[in-house]
């Protein structure tokens, strides 16, 4: 393996983790956060720095060895994971990929004005999953092979507005809100009580020590249907995924991109939010988010990825500086960028972010 390109050691510590999102107090050292780091991203970390390369390519698991070894280089304290084999049908769409490290396959997006299902007839043949057979092997893995200094964060549930949004298409669900009000009700049914089954599958493990809904729920300006329709038709799917993991001892999160502002007392008063994930600087600068209403709710990430992509080493340094001194104290967050490691943001922006939260209160 190559000599590491961070100053300071920083060891696994989940413990220490999952009580800086509780808000128990300033954290010994600043803990990091990614909702995901793109494939693209991995590989290029795995080879510049050799990491995995001590494992066997033919282990059925070495996928997952290679993920904690990663994970545990980066300095993360936790690996994420949910259930094996569930499978839903969207409409994607694909353009080429021109970041520079690109994929092959290009970057995939979906189609947001016709989903698989805009009427009846289309929602009752769809292939719904049959929950009953998807499985838990890797969470039953981890289980047994986790390091005891990391934990695993439990997701594959909670996307209420994404797959309203994507199994109808943007378009259609906005028109159907009007006048196939009824349709996206059963819809609504049907997604609720598949994000619990899986909640319930994920929260058998004792490895899982976070849970997280992943449901990008808005915009620039605003959420992407009313904050009426988004009380009836997404925010009592969070609550009840949230008091599942509650009644289970796990904090709650949720990433989300888009302007929450009009939901965030729903979110933190009636879900139950434990911390929220997705800050972008044009809708809401995570230092501010913190003087605001850190002391209900944990921040997670925040460094802008437009931000990360234009700026040089020393203004990431600074700026991750700036962060920690107003998001630090009293815990309540970990360090990350706005969204996730995108393929487009330069590797060593990233790396530098990393070593300067290292660094912080070494």
């Given at each position: 393996?190559?000599a590491?390109?961070f100053?300071?050691?920083c060891?696994?510590?989940?413990?220490?983790?999952?009580?800086?999102?509780?808000?128990?107090?300033t954290?010994h050292?600043?803990h990091?956060?990614?909702?995901c780091?793109?494939g693209?991203?991995?590989?290029?970390?795995?080879?510049r720095?050799?990491i995995?390369?001590h494992?066997?390519?033919?282990?059925?698991?070495?996928?997952?060895r290679?993920?904690i070894?990663?994970?545990?280089f980066l300095g993360?304290?936790?690996?994420?994971?949910?259930v094996?084999g569930?499978?839903?049908p969207?409409?994607?769409?694909a353009?080429?990929?021109t970041?520079?490290?690109?994929?092959?396959?290009g970057?995939?997006?979906l189609?947001?004005h016709?989903?698989p299902?805009?009427?009846?007839r289309e929602f009752?043949?769809?292939p719904w999953?049959?929950?009953d057979?998807?499985?838990t092997?890797s969470?039953a893995?981890?289980d047994?092979h986790?390091p005891?200094?990391?934990c695993v964060i439990?997701?594959?549930?909670?996307?209420?507005?994404?797959h309203?949004?994507w199994?109808?298409?943007?378009?259609?669900l906005?028109?159907?809100l009007?006048?196939?009000?009824?349709?996206?009700?059963?819809?609504?049914?049907?997604?609720l009580d598949?994000?619990l089954?899986?909640?319930?599958?994920?929260?058998?493990?004792?490895?899982?020590?976070?849970m997280l809904g992943s449901d990008?729920m808005?915009?620039r300006?605003?959420?992407?249907i009313s904050?009426?329709?988004?009380?009836?038709?997404?925010l009592?799917g969070h609550?009840?995924?949230?008091?599942?993991a509650h009644?289970?001892g796990?904090p709650?999160?949720?990433?989300s991109?888009g302007?929450?502002?009009?939901?965030l007392d729903?979110?933190?008063d009636?879900v139950?939010?434990d911390?929220?994930h997705?800050?972008?600087?044009?809708?809401?600068d995570v230092r501010r988010?913190k003087r605001e209403?850190?002391h209900r709710?944990s921040?997670?990430?925040?460094?802008?990825?437009d931000?990360?992509c234009?700026?040089?080493?020393a203004?990431?340094?600074q700026?991750v500086?700036?962060?920690l001194?107003?998001?630090?104290p009293?815990?309540?967050?970990?360090?990350g960028?706005?969204?996730?490691v995108?393929?487009?943001?330069p590797?060593?922006n990233?790396l530098?972010m990393?070593?300067e939260g290292?660094?912080f209160m070494?």
């Amino acid at each position: 393996m190559v000599a590491s390109p961070f100053a300071v050691a920083c060891p696994p510590d989940a413990e220490a983790f999952v009580n800086c999102i509780r808000r128990r107090g300033t954290p010994h050292r600043v803990h990091h956060y990614e909702l995901c780091l793109d494939g693209e991203v991995q590989t290029a970390l795995a080879e510049r720095f050799g990491i995995g390369d001590h494992l066997d390519p033919g282990d059925p698991w070495y996928a997952l060895r290679r993920q904690i070894a990663l994970q545990r280089f980066l300095g993360y304290d936790y690996v994420s994971a949910g259930v094996d084999g569930l499978v839903m049908p969207f409409n994607w769409r694909a353009t080429a990929d021109t970041a520079a490290l690109g994929r092959s396959g290009g970057r995939s997006y979906l189609d947001e004005h016709r989903g698989p299902i805009t009427c009846w007839r289309e929602f009752e043949s769809y292939p719904w999953p049959d929950i009953d057979a998807v499985r838990t092997d890797s969470l039953a893995w981890l289980d047994r092979h986790l390091p005891d200094d990391m934990c695993v964060i439990g997701w594959g549930f909670g996307h209420f507005c994404e797959h309203l949004t994507w199994l109808m298409g943007y378009e259609t669900l906005c028109l159907a809100l009007y006048d196939q009000r009824d349709l996206v009700r059963a819809l609504y049914a049907r997604i609720l009580d598949q994000s619990l089954r899986v909640a319930r599958l994920v929260l058998q493990f004792r490895c899982v020590r976070l849970m997280l809904g992943s449901d990008d729920m808005g915009f620039r300006s605003g959420p992407l249907i009313s904050p009426t329709d988004m009380r009836e038709f997404v925010l009592p799917g969070h609550r009840a995924v949230a008091a599942l993991a509650h009644e289970a001892g796990r904090p709650y999160l949720l990433h989300s991109c888009g302007n929450l502002a009009t939901l965030l007392d729903d979110l933190i008063d009636e879900v139950g939010l434990d911390a929220k994930h997705s800050f972008e600087d044009t809708i809401e600068d995570v230092r501010r988010a913190k003087r605001e209403y850190g002391h209900r709710l944990s921040l997670l990430g925040g460094l802008d990825l437009d931000f990360l992509c234009r700026a040089d080493a020393a203004q990431v340094r600074q700026r991750v500086r700036d962060t920690l001194a107003v998001c630090q104290p009293g815990g309540g967050y970990a360090l990350g960028t706005g969204n996730s490691v995108a393929n487009y943001i330069p590797l060593d922006n990233y790396l530098v972010m990393l070593d300067e939260g290292r660094r912080f209160m070494a």
